[in-house]
């Protein structure tokens, strides 16, 4: 019974809500909090923060990582780093915001999370060959303990390859890094963020240190830094809870900064906003996290993007937030090789893997579960039939393929019989052909029990 509510309601919101078509938040299957999104070649990584889904107040135990080559089709990369990773910090709780970068071929994802010897946040440093790990903590404690405010880094490198680490709530500091990105190069900086010409008017907010309020700028929290046409950007999330997105800029990496006021509202539903911006294939995005998924809130954020044009004098707009997100791609996706059925622009009713590594598959598929892909180019339609691939068959059922919309005829229908072999592949005609570009749908059928898990798919 449950199961079928959950197949018509599925079916009944996608067909009468275009709204469910949208894009924001951008990913369905886990809550994606303080997105920091990094381009490496053809790539968008999008690194986050995970928001337990039975979250009363911020209960957070592991990071995430999910890509996308067209920026609209994402793909859960792993949880490759947690607590675990790094064993100064308290285990199973307070793994807030962190920020990756790739330098020399390595990658370095900082992080804060509660130093257990202080009992406040400090900041780490996870390194890894590949963007998707193992990672593990080389310096065995915080690269800056904790302190009041130490929370939210945000790497830069410099066109001449010096690279910083800023961070704070309630407070800003930066320091430079060492080439080797996992020790400073300077004593720690602490910015003036009282000062109005930088961070803008005076606003009365609550200190944490002092616990009451008082007057303070405009700056909050999560900084996140970057360099256009040889200005440095600041944006921040500002004005106290709730918070929205504001920037500052200057022609110097150490100041002054110059406030140049708000760039995104208060976020829908959640009363923290976190994020950043990326320049891919010639166009600007700004990621931001707010509580618009099922069941979302504050404790319970999403990843959301925008994408927005700088102004003639390099200035950031204000960004209205929008259900689509980003309409157009940037790319096609390609069914005619293997597509991990973790990626996907929509997701209804479905989970992912919570492990590292490279291996990750979709579960949670109950009756009535769909995804949706955009931009998938069928070119001239050559394909004769459809392979999927499943690590594990529970109670089995069907994966039906449809083009456009989940109305109409299906163009495949694959089944999938119990058993209980690992990792099979599973096959079906391809009933009409499709050539172009047209959405791509997969919907599960089957009885009341959980399906099966799924790996990926290929149209052949
Ligand atoms: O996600 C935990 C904390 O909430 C982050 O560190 C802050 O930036 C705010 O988003």
């Not at 990584?45 to 928001?51: A, I, S």
């Not at 995104?264 to 166009?283: D, L, P, Q, V, Y």
Request: one cysteine or more; proline letters at 6%; glycine letters at 10%.
């Amino acid at each position: 019974m449950k199961t079928k509510l959950k197949l018509t309601t599925g079916l009944v919101l996608l067909t009468i809500c275009p709204a469910l078509q949208a894009q924001n938040p951008v990913v369905q299957t886990s809550y994606t909090p303080d997105p920091a999104p990094f381009v490496y070649r053809d790539t968008v990584f999008l690194f986050t923060d995970h928001d337990e889904d039975d979250a009363q107040y911020f209960k957070m135990k592991d990071w995430q990582l999910y890509s996308t080559t067209d920026m609209v089709n994402w793909t859960y990369r792993g949880t490759p780093m947690s607590t675990a990773t790094f064993q100064w910090a308290k285990q199973g709780d307070n793994a807030w915001a962190a920020q990756a970068v790739e330098r020399n071929g390595k990658w370095y994802w900082y992080i804060c999370a509660e130093d257990t010897t202080k009992h406040l946040h400090g900041i780490g440093v996870g390194v890894a060959d590949s963007p998707t790990g193992p990672y593990t903590d080389p310096l065995k404690r915080p690269l800056i303990p904790g302190d009041w405010g130490y929370i939210d880094p945000s790497v830069f490198i410099d066109d001449d390859g010096q690279a910083y680490l800023f961070w704070g709530n309630n407070g800003l500091w930066y320091a430079r890094l060492n080439e080797d990105m996992i020790s400073l190069g300077s004593e720690v900086i602490r910015v003036n963020t009282e000062d109005t010409d930088a961070f803008g008017p005076l606003v009365m907010k609550h200190d944490y240190q002092l616990n009451k309020r008082i007057p303070k700028t405009n700056y909050e929290e999560g900084p996140w830094v970057f360099k256009r046409n040889g200005l440095y950007y600041l944006v921040y999330a500002a004005g106290g809870v709730p918070e929205h997105m504001a920037y500052s800029t200057a022609k110097n990496i150490n100041g002054p900064w110059k406030y140049q006021g708000r760039i995104m509202n208060e976020a829908e539903n959640s009363f923290t906003i976190h994020g950043g911006s990326i320049e891919f294939k010639g166009r600007n995005f700004m990621f931001y996290h707010n509580g618009l998924l099922p069941n979302g809130g504050g404790f319970r954020r999403s990843t959301a993007i925008e994408e927005f044009t700088f102004g003639e004098n390099g200035e950031i707009p204000f960004i209205p937030f929008t259900k689509e997100g980003v309409r157009t791609p940037t790319a096609n996706l390609n069914p005619y090789q293997r597509v991990e059925a973790e990626t996907m622009a929509f997701g209804y009713g479905l989970k992912t893997d919570r492990q590292p590594g490279n291996n990750h598959y979709l579960t949670s598929i109950h009756n009535g579960d769909w995804l949706r892909l955009r931009a998938v180019d069928f070119k001239n339609g050559e394909a004769n039939h459809v392979v999927a691939s499943l690590p594990k068959v529970r109670a089995g059922g069907t994966i039906e393929f449809y083009v456009d919309n989940l109305g109409g005829k299906p163009i495949a229908i694959l089944p999938v019989a119990p058993t209980d072999k690992k990792q099979q592949e599973w096959q079906a005609d391809i009933q009409k052909k499709v050539a172009g570009i047209h959405d791509l749908y997969l919907l599960f059928r089957g009885g009341d029990d959980e399906l099966f898990d799924f790996d990926w798919w290929q149209f052949k």
